[in-house]
């Protein structure tokens, strides 16, 4: 069986509802960017999954709407508590379309690690554009595009820690993880750092932040070969 997002929903809410040091540090990591009190904004997340970074939105007080296509991560979304003070509506949505998100109606997107899986990120920036209010803000994480790259791999570690061997950087476009265990077996659009910025610019967004956050102890705990490598890219863009 070909996996996808669906058939590896149940996998993943499991895998990040028993910890995954990654994962939270990459919601952290794209929070920072947002204000502490979000008490009166409505915000987009996504490519929600099943609800990470839409509940600690919403813990921040903002009214969340969380869009997905895979239905089963939906699911596991909506069966999540969300404590308030703030509100988050699911819904099964494409966020190269958002079909169920109103014109001019939201101040902020995040996405976290999700615009590396629309197939056009032309559509989903248009998308984006057309929901945000003017000097709307999007903000987003990828995986880190040189280190995470289309078969990048890691060296065996015989002295000290494992190294990254670098992949098929230039080979853009959807790649599968061979392994069986790895998140991108369900797919992965690879795309360059240039091709990510030329794109925000090219849609009339103006950059506030780039970072490459250090990775916190609790990864490095984890896995301490990402020690030194930031495993993420995160981008806070303002509509011009
Ligand atoms: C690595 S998960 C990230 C989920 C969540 N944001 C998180 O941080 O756990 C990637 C997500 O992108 C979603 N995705 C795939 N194609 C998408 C599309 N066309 N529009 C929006 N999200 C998409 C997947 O269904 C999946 O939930």
Redo the contacts with the bound molecule.
């Keep these: 069986m070909t996996d996808t997002?669906d058939t590896i929903a149940d996998w993943y809410a499991e895998h990040?509802r028993t910890g995954s040091a990654l994962?939270d540090f990459?919601?952290d990591a794209l929070l920072d960017h947002l204000p502490d009190d979000l008490r009166g904004h409505r915000v987009l997340d996504?490519?929600?999954?099943?609800g990470?970074?839409a509940r600690a939105v919403a813990a921040r007080g903002a009214a969340v709407i969380g869009i997905?296509?895979?239905a089963r991560?939906i699911e596991h979304a909506r069966a999540a508590r969300t404590t308030g003070p703030g509100t988050v509506l699911y819904t099964v949505d494409?966020?190269?379309v958002l079909d169920t998100v109103a014109d001019d109606s939201v101040g902020w997107v995040t996405a976290?690690?999700?615009l590396n899986?629309?197939?056009s990120l032309a559509s989903a920036l248009t998308a984006v554009r057309r929901v945000l209010m003017p000097q709307g803000v999007l903000v987003f994480s990828v995986p880190r595009p040189c280190f995470e790259a289309p078969h990048a791999t890691w060296t065996q570690a015989t002295e000290g820690t494992a190294r990254r061997v670098v992949g098929d950087y230039l080979a853009e476009g959807f790649w599968r993880s061979a392994n069986p265990t790895a998140?991108r077996r369900a797919g992965n659009q690879h795309r360059t750092l240039s091709t990510y910025l030329t794109a925000l610019l090219r849609h009339g967004f103006v950059l506030e932040a780039v970072t490459e956050p250090t990775p916190t102890a609790a990864v490095a705990a984890h896995q301490p070969q990402r020690v030194g490598l930031p495993p993420f890219l995160v981008i806070r863009a303002r509509l011009a």
């Design positions: 997002w990040l994962n990459n919601r996504l490519g929600c999954g099943e990470i970074i997905d296509p895979a991560l494409d966020g190269c976290g690690l999700s899986h629309v197939p998140v």
